[in-house]
């Protein structure tokens, strides 16, 4: 896949365990298949961020799995039940992926360009007031 990629991104990933760096090029594979528009960048001086008109997600190594931060305010659905946490979260949620986890890659992409087609339309903020 070709995208433009943020160095700081490539060296945050090199720097973790073998499992971990497969999980996080996966998904920066997949946030940049779901809009090829996506940027790369590094907020809090070294957490991969992806955003696209607003946070879409933002990468997270732990010692034992790599979340995914997923910036949609509680609001995007999630019929394929892959997020694992954050459920009663105000701004977002997580999916924990674990060493030998199977990713479900087309519901990971769909998420993705829901949070991204929500973003466009204003921002989960936005979205979220009541009318």
């Not at 809009?35 to 809090?44: N, Q």
Request: with cysteine.
């Amino acid at each position: 896949m070709d995208y433009v990629k943020d160095p700081r991104v490539d060296q945050y990933i090199d720097a973790l365990p073998a499992w971990q760096q497969d999980i996080c090029h996966s998904i920066r594979d997949l946030v940049h298949t779901a809009d090829p528009d996506v940027e790369e960048t590094i907020k809090r001086t070294v957490q991969p961020y992806f955003v696209l008109q607003g946070n879409v997600i933002a990468l997270l190594a732990a010692k034992d799995h790599v979340n995914v931060f997923l910036y949609d305010g509680g609001i995007t659905p999630d019929p394929h039940n892959i997020i694992t946490g954050g459920h009663g979260n105000k701004t977002g949620r997580t999916i924990a992926i674990h060493e030998g986890d199977s990713v479900n890659e087309e519901a990971l992409v769909e998420l993705f360009r829901a949070i991204i087609a929500n973003n466009r339309a204003g921002g989960w903020r936005k979205l979220k007031q009541p009318e």
